[in-house]
């Protein structure tokens, strides 16, 4: 089982089993301190934003251009912000850490 490890909004850590093959925000989207995901996935909402742990941002692919434009106009952005949607999970990423950013 690859795991994901999510921390809340309240700061509460989770570990929940994560969907490989499909982005990380396909995982955070079904849980009720997940993320609502509005656009579905199409790089445009936001709303799945994260915070990745600084021991795992590195291992995954860079960001791309629109995921970094809309990254760039949130109050909440930090280095370590990715757009969940946007970050695809598969096994060898078991154990990796993010935490859910504000709403904004
Ligand atoms: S779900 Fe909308 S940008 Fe990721």
Known sequence: MAELVIVDRRG???RVAGRVGVSVMETLRELDYGV???CGGMCSCATCHVWVDEAWIGRLPPRQGDEIEILRELS??????RLSCQ???TES???LRVEIAPDE
């Not at 909440?76 to 912000?81: A, G, I, L, W």
């Open 36 to 38: 609502p995901a509005i």
């Open 87 to 89: 970050v695809p999970f």
């Open 76 to 81: 909440s952005f930090k280095p370590t912000s």
């Open 12 to 14: 509460k850590e989770h």
């Open 93 to 95: 990423l078991s154990g």
